[in-house]
């Protein structure tokens, strides 16, 4: 009987990506749910419709009670089921299939709610039955079958056999026999899956995902055995390229994917269009597997997911039409049942009664033949048959009852076969052996290449990083090379250096020769000159002073000597003396007046000499301070000087030239300012001397004036003489008359001229004194011009000791070059050994480089041939291995399941018993509420409904985070 696939459409909300671009809800569903318009679609204005169809609020529950339930039921009835998810990505297939959240339940999709159902029924069913549930879990990706439950297996080959139907060979297959165990697998399952980001969902199916779950039942009490497989499928993103922002791998698995579900719909189309006889199910792995869900023994549902947005209408569309011609298929379920053993009996007995007919018939064939070899004839109606000869035998015709396969629980009789083009049973037997044998082969075949491509790839990485290798190793030689050429230039110029240092060095040698014999012919001509001008200097100064002296006291007598009229006027007291006895007494009274007037002139002009001697010993003082300053100054000259020396020293860096005509400026006006001061203080002594001078000529003048007056006295003293003559003459008669007064007149007269005398002659000393004390001064005078001569002559020595000792400053910054210099040369020297070294090192290691890019270059040339060689070699272990290849995989199936697994169960069948008892007395299968009994049960749901807060789509619903 042949039933059509069923077909759910399924709509959900509008995502935010939607909402984003504007889109609205354009999705228009019938009252009966099973009729959809998409309002304002240009490409298709009518209506679609399905079995049902179910708007954007529906919960999961209602989806699963009325989509997928009465599939378990089929499975359970023998039947196989299929459901399968198709849309576009992000339409909610994984939502559908696997659910979003298990906090409370209500959003686990149709799988978990399918097992959990599975086990309700088998804990419902009666304890007469007993059940085995299988599990496999696998995806195709790249149009390669990964087995999701031992990812190793990443490209198992899909066989056909007459017996089993299409099945992929070497899928790893779990028993389970609690909801939990399920759990584990899908657990183990889910995070093998590839997904990957697109514009349309953050965590896309990049692959199809089938779980297939095998439900075998027996029944105890009549030995009839059932067997329900439900295939399982979340179809990937059926989607057009462009819109998921697809590239680089996504595009390529854009490309498979779509290859897969095009292959689908030219299947669907086959199926339905009613003229087709071949079905290209063999054009992908997906129709492959869901060979027999697609127009053969299986109940199927699709659900096509779809977007209720006018930002996905035209994907919509497409997942619409797409339902409604798989909407038309029809398959072909039978129940996969097992024979009882009344009914193999039965098969029996008709089957030995047919060898028997056969056994009767043959024999009457050979007796006919054997009369026909010896030349006897047959007439037609005794011609041996077949009815005859069960006539004959008198047993009724058998049941024409295929027999059963050996090792198959369910007769393959009642398996469907592929659809295909029609062939003999043999043939088609040892087509499809003929075609396992391919399979095999090309997925050996694909196995090999890849392996092969891996080990190409890497070969071809060790060759590129050989070459880079060998290229930057060229390069290192390369600047190596420049380099070592580099050092040489650099040695090459650090000899011409060396070189030039060596001559500029003798050059500084050779003039530091000449400068300090220059210097010692200066120092020999200074102290020459310094000796000279001593022996000069105090020739001179005493000449000089002489001279001096000479000119002064050229102006004043000094020989003490009393002059003509100094003589004349002495006589002249002396006549006095002597007239005086002759003369009359007023004159001399008169005289003796003026003379002591005189008197007092000398001593006021004795007392001015006592001031210029005050006077002069200040100025003595002056000059001591004076010296002492010039000391002091010579001191602070020197102490400037090294100060100055001292600090250029210090910073070599300054211009010595500069910092010497600083320096002699400097001291030039320190000197200028100190001479100018002597030379005022030169002047204020000078104007002294003038003032003293002034005073001595008006002492001279004095002098004068004595002489005048003494002139004058002898004048009078003529007049007198001349009148005492007249006089005498007259007193000679007089006197005569008068000798008492005449005496006394002799008396007064010799009193006077004794007191003059004696006047004369203190005026005399003090003459003296007051020449000797102008002498002194002059010579002062003298001493003091001399002192600022030679403090002249100081200064220009100092001069010249400056100048001196810029030479021996030169000469010391000189010698402090060479010291450099000679420092330089050996640095230089140093440095050249050093880059001799270094050149003779690099050259070392440029030979080591070039003898390790020698050895490179042969390693890599080796490496070639043994990657040759090695082609080769692994050529023909590939051979080998391929023969071992079938022993080792049983090997590997039975000890992988033991050893790599990480599920520890599932290698051994757990049969379990309707009524909540299993085979071995230990229950533990999930009761009506769809909990389960037992340890493991209970705990499996407690993980379910204690999943973390925020759980990812694919995970949440298991309690577990990929
Ligand atoms: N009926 C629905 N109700 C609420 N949310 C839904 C529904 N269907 C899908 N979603 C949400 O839409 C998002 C995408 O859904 P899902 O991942 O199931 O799409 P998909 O078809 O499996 O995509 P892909 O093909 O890329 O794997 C998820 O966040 C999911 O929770």
């Known amino acids: 009987m042949s039933n059509n696939i069923k077909v759910i459409c399924r709509f959900r909300p509008q995502n935010s990506n939607e909402l984003k671009h504007g889109g609205v809800p354009v999705i228009e569903i019938d009252d009966n749910n099973e009729t959809v318009k998409v309002v304002g679609s240009s490409e298709f204005k009518g209506a679609f419709t399905f079995d049902r169809i179910f708007g954007s609020a529906t919960s999961q529950e209602e989806f699963f009670n009325y989509s997928v339930r009465s599939t378990v039921e089929d499975v359970f009835n023998g039947y196989n089921g299929t459901v399968f998810a198709y849309g576009q990505t992000g339409s909610g297939k994984t939502f559908t299939m696997m659910g979003a959240e298990t906090e409370d339940g209500t959003l686990r999709g149709v799988i978990p709610r399918m097992v959990e159902t599975i086990f309700t029924s088998i804990h419902e069913s009666p304890n007469t039955i007993e059940y085995t549930v299988k599990v496999s879990y696998m995806e195709i990706y790249m149009e390669r079958i990964r087995d999701l439950l031992n990812p190793e297996n990443d490209n198992l080959p899909i066989h056909e056999e007459r017996s089993r139907g299409v099945y992929v060979k070497g899928l790893r297959d779990v028993y389970v026999s609690s909801i939990p165990e399920v759990y584990e697998v899908m657990k183990q399952g889910s995070s093998a899956r590839i997904v990957a980001y697109t514009n349309m969902n953050a965590e896309s199916s990049r692959s199809h995902s089938i779980f297939v779950i095998n439900i075998t039942q027996k029944n105890l009490n009549d030995g009839k055995a059932k067997v329900g497989r439900l295939y399982l499928v979340d179809l990937a993103g059926s989607e057009k390229v462009g819109k998921t922002g697809a590239s680089g791998q996504v595009l390529e698995e854009a490309k498979k994917i779509n290859k897969s579900l095009s292959a689908l719909g030219m299947v669907i189309n086959t199926l339905t269009d009613g003229k087709s006889i071949h079905v290209p199910y063999r054009d992908s792995k997906l129709t492959r597997i869901l060979q027999e869900s697609l127009g053969g023994n299986s109940r199927t549902t699709l659900i096509i997911n779809c977007s209720p947005s006018s930002y996905n209408d035209a994907e919509t569309i497409s997942t619409l039409r797409f339902g409604m011609r798989a909407k038309s298929i029809k398959n072909k379920a039978k129940v996969n049942q097992d024979l009882s053993p009344a009914e193999l009996k039965a098969l029996l007995k008709s089957a030995k009664a047919q060898e028997i007919s056969f056994k009767s018939y043959i024999g009457a064939l050979e007796g006919e033949v054997k009369i026909w070899r010896m030349g006897g004839t047959v007439p037609p109606e005794q011609y041996a048959t077949l009815e005859r000869a069960r006539a004959i035998g008198g047993r009724p015709a058998p049941a024409a009852l295929p027999a059963p396969s050996i090792g198959s629980i369910i007769s393959d009789v009642l398996r469907p076969m592929t659809p295909a083009v029609a062939l003999a049973d043999d043939e088609r037997e040892e087509f499809l052996k003929r075609e396992n044998e391919l399979t095999d082969q090309l997925a050996e075949k694909e196995t090999e290449i890849i392996d092969l491509t891996k080990v190409t790839q890497e070969m071809t990485d060790e060759i590129q990083y050989l070459r880079e290798e060998s290229t930057a190793l060229s390069i290192e030689n390369k600047e190596v090379g420049q380099d070592l050429q580099h050092i040489k230039i650099q040695l090459d110029r650090t000899n011409h250096a060396n070189k030039e240092a060596n001559i500029t060095i003798e050059g500084y040698k050779l003039s530091n020769a000449e400068i300090a014999r220059e210097l010692a012919e200066a120092k020999q001509k200074v102290t020459e000159m310094s000796l000279q001008q001593l022996d000069t200097g105090a020739v001179n100064k005493q000449k000089l002073k002489e001279e001096k002296m000479a000119k002064m006291m050229s102006e004043i007598d000094p020989s003490f000597v009393l002059n003509k009229d100094e003589q004349e006027l002495q006589a002249a007291f002396q006549n006095l003396n002597i007239d005086s006895n002759t003369t009359g007494r007023p004159t001399i009274v008169a005289l003796t007046q003026r003379l002591n007037e005189k008197v007092k002139e000398l001593t006021k002009f004795q007392t001015d000499n006592e001031d210029l001697r005050r006077d002069n010993e200040q100025l003595n003082q002056k000059y001591t301070d004076m010296l002492a300053k010039l000391n002091t100054l010579e001191l602070e000259y020197e102490e400037l000087l090294d100060r100055t020396i001292a600090e250029e020293e210090e910073h070599g860096d300054i211009d010595i030239t500069e910092t010497i005509q600083e ?101 005399d000393v003090m003459r003296k004194a007051m020449m000797r004390d102008l002498q002194m001064r002059c010579e002062k005078i003298i001493e003091l011009e001399v002192a600022l001569d030679e403090a002249r002559d100081e200064n220009n020595m100092l001069r010249r000791k400056n100048v001196h000792s810029v030479q021996q400053q030169k000469t010391a910054i000189l010698e402090k070059n060479i010291a450099q210099l000679m420092s330089i040369q050996k640095e230089l020297v140093d440095q050249n050994t050093n880059l001799k070294k270094e050149s003779a090192m690099a050259e070392r290691k440029l030979g080591a480089r070039n003898e390790r890019i020698d050895s490179l270059e042969a390693l890599l040339l080796d490496t070639q041939e043994k990657m040759a060689s090695q082609r080769q070699k692994y050529e023909t ?25 990480i599920l520890n169960f599932g290698r051994i069948a757990k049969p379990l018993r309707g009524g909540g008892g299993s085979a071995n007395g230990s229950p533990n299968v999930a009761n009506g509420s769809g909990e389960v009994n037992g340890t493991n049960g209970s705990s499996a749901l407690s993980t379910i409904t204690e999943s973390p807060a925020t759980p990812n789509k694919r995970t949440s619903w298991l309690g577990w985070s990929r």
Request: net charge neutral; glycine share 4%.
């Open 663 to 763: 320096l002699k400026n400097r001291l030039e006006a320190q000197y200028g300012s100190k001479r100018d001061q002597l030379i005022d203080e030169l002047n204020e002594t000078k104007a002294d001397r003038d003032v003293k001078a002034h005073e001595n000529s008006n002492l001279r003048a004095s002098v004068l004036e004595l002489k005048e007056i003494g002139a004058e006295l002898k004048n009078q003293i003529d007049e007198l003489r001349t009148s005492t003559a007249e006089a005498a003459a007259s007193e000679s008669v007089s006197s005569s008359t008068d000798p008492a007064s005449l005496a006394q007149r002799e008396r007064d007269i010799e009193i006077l001229k004794k007191s003059m005398m004696n006047k004369l002659k203190e005026f």
């Open 877 to 901: 272990q590939l051979q080998i291995l391929k023969e071992k290849l079938g022993q080792s995989r049983n090997v590997k199936a039975t000890t992988t399941s033991t050893m790599s697994g």
